[in-house]
């Protein structure tokens, strides 16, 4: 998920996530007594579509407010509105979801129907999902992408009122864990008939099914509440009334909110993190996560040098980066795929990021002298003599600080000019969709516990390659990993393996860290974990 985020990582769940100690006065919550859990968030929520949800942000609204067939408990899948975890049959390739009885919040009741229109709508090319792609190995999925079969066709069909049939068109092992992904949620068809370009954009245009209900959001607002929806199927174990968020972009300010107590939970800057480690609200944890930077070929053909690539990667000093600017004790990264997330299946042992970073890290390690050699030969087989850039990142305090390094490191590359661009992050988003950018800071989550979630993303003209990096031999080896040795764990691990190496060894993009988020958590919350996809399941969590 664009950032904005298993298995291993995602263990912290609730007590290594959220049982940070307080002293007395730092621990003192005014929201408690009305039973209101209080957050912050680095931006406003870009949609409330799940079929157009591409953020954490958006994400963890739609997490609080919708559920899909199943949902993530910490690093462990449960039942949500499926009874149970379907077990495929026909070689992998037929899942039937049994539903439990449930409604949407307006009461009315919630069927297969509501699936079946809501994964077609999403697949539809009109509807422009970024996220489509995802739906690849379903039957006639990747038809329906090119236009070249109707929506319709998609192989999910209602087979009873409460009785959902999956057709696949080869076996995807982890396709159960996918549904957790909001362009697998149900939708309300009448719903969105009714509201139409409007569904999604405001509090009261949307239809939803989850723990809570979506209050007091106008579509830009810098604050909005959830408040307990008594429809939910599960209600009885949703124990918190009310989730409200504001928006806060200075670390600073946020760290006087959760001081004087208006905030209960507050990201901290890297110097705050460094500072704030000895404080009982303190916690910090791994997330899945990987940010990195997006060399844009189609606009500066120069990126299709794969030595300049290269050169912008070793000129990176990632480790005193992490060190003198981030200071929250993240990762230096020299895979995509984040370590924590996936294992080699014939030993679980074998982190796969540390697997392949025996092999990258020739191409991630600082390296200024030979960056230096390659950006000139680099620049000759181009025929320039010097690139004169714009570097696009978030208009955070914290952003901006990274992007002020970035180019104070790369500018030690002679004849190369780097100009700072800070916007918003809606317009980062929507910038880096349609290409309009030379170098971007971008980040991306787990969807779900396997490397694939990254790796997927850059093939050629995938919805989230945005620098337009492309190679043949990449894209088939992701191609023999989800079809010809899908069902066999051992090649398949080889596969993404043979992929992530080649990735890092073109530098298709530049890895520059994997997060360790900093919180301040207040105490009195309890039973609240933390998802593979990077945002808070509130079900069953309390305030004492």
């Given amino acids: 998920m664009k950032k904005s985020f298993f298995a291993g990582a995602m263990l912290f769940a609730a007590a290594a996530l959220l049982a940070a100690c307080g002293n007395k006065s730092a621990s003192k919550v005014s929201s408690t007594k009305a039973n209101t859990w209080t957050t912050m968030q680095g931006d406003v929520i870009n949609t409330m579509d799940p079929s157009l ?4 942000i958006s994400g963890q609204a739609l997490n609080d407010t919708m559920e899909g067939l199943y949902r993530y408990k910490g690093a462990k899948l449960e039942p949500a509105i499926a009874t149970s975890i379907a077990k495929p049959t026909n070689g992998g390739k037929t899942y039937t979801f049994h539903l439990r009885k449930s409604t949407w919040s307006n009461g009315k009741a919630l069927t297969a129907k509501d699936f079946e229109f809501g994964w077609k709508r999403t697949i539809d090319p009109k509807t422009k999902s970024e996220y489509a792609y995802l739906f690849s190995g379903i039957k006639n999925a990747d038809a329906i992408m090119a236009s070249k079969k109707p929506a319709s066709s998609l192989g999910i069909k209602a087979t009873g009122k409460y009785t959902l049939t999956v057709t696949l068109e080869k076996a995807l092992p982890y396709f159960n864990t996918m549904m957790v992904n909001p362009v697998f949620y149900p939708q309300s068809q009448a719903t969105v008939k009714k509201y139409g370009k409007a569904y999604g954009t405001k509090s009261s245009a949307i239809l939803t099914n989850g723990p809570y209900t979506l209050k007091s959001w106008n579509g830009t607002g810098n604050t909005w509440i959830e408040t307990k929806n008594p429809k939910y199927w599960n209600a009885k174990n949703v124990h918190i009334k009310n989730l409200k968020t504001q928006v806060v972009k200075d670390p600073t300010t946020a760290a006087s909110l959760f001081k004087s107590g208006k905030i209960d939970d507050v990201a901290l800057s890297g110097e705050q993190a460094a500072a704030a480690k000895s404080n009982k609200n303190y916690r910090g944890f791994k997330e899945s996560a990987t940010y990195y930077l997006e060399l844009n070929e189609k606009k500066v053909p120069a990126f299709k040098n794969t030595k300049i690539r290269q050169a912008i990667s070793l000129a990176l000093n990632r480790s005193q980066y992490i060190s003198s ?30 697997d392949a970073a025996t092999d990258t890290k020739q191409y991630t390690n600082y390296n200024l002298a030979k960056a230096k050699k390659l950006w000139a030969e680099g620049l000759k087989e181009t025929g320039q003599s010097s690139l004169s850039l714009t570097l696009m990142g978030d208009d955070t305090d914290a952003a901006k600080n990274t992007s002020e390094y970035l180019q104070a490191a ?60 492309s190679n043949a031999q ?27 190496k080649l990735l890092m060894k073109e530098q298709g993009i530049v890895p520059i860290y994997q997060l360790i988020a900093s919180h301040l958590t207040r105490k009195n919350i309890q039973g609240v974990t933390y998802t593979p996809a990077g945002t808070y399941n509130y079900v069953g969590a309390s305030l004492k």
Avoid: C, M
Avoid at 53 to 56: A, K, L, Q, R, S
Avoid at 447 to 460: E, N, Q, R, V, Y
């Fill in 53 to 56: 949800n591409t953020d954490v």
């Fill in 325 to 354: 600017v981030l200071k929250n004790g993240s990762l230096s990264a020299h895979t995509l795929t984040p370590q924590g997330l996936f294992a080699d299946p014939d030993n679980s042992s074998t982190d796969f990021a540390k």
């Fill in 410 to 469: 790369l500018e030690k590359l002679p004849g190369f000019k780097l100009t700072i661009q800070s916007v918003p992050f809606k317009t980062r988003l929507a910038r880096a969709a349609s290409k309009d950018f030379d170098i971007v800071f971008n980040g991306w989550s787990a969807d779900f516990p396997d490397a694939i979630s990254f790796l997927d993303l850059f093939t050629t003209g995938g919805s989230y390659n945005d620098g337009s990096w």
């Fill in 474 to 500: 990449y894209d088939q080896l992701i191609a023999d990993s989800k079809g010809k040795d899908a069902t066999n764990p051992t090649a398949r691990y080889q596969d993404l393996q043979k992929a992530e």
